[in-house]
């Protein structure tokens, strides 16, 4: 009886810990999406503002 409610315990915590480790992966994933997406958002950002500087020197160019 003993082993066998060993056995149980071992198996019931071995669960729960593959289960923690499954979220914090999919939390991982999630936040690893998000960074990301912010990059890009950047990236298209420093694009933009890097067209509007080269607009604005040749402006001034022209003076």
């Known amino acids: ?13 071995a669960l729960k810990y593959r ?14 999406s998000e960074i990301e997406e912010k990059n890009r958002q950047l990236k298209v950002r420093a694009e933009e503002l890097q067209k509007e500087i080269n607009y604005l020197k040749s402006l001034f160019a022209e003076i």
Do not use: G, P
């Open 1 to 13: 009886e003993k082993k066998h409610r060993l056995k149980e315990q071992n198996k019931t915590a």
């Open 19 to 32: 289960q923690k480790k499954r979220q914090e992966q999919n939390k991982f994933l999630d936040e690893c």
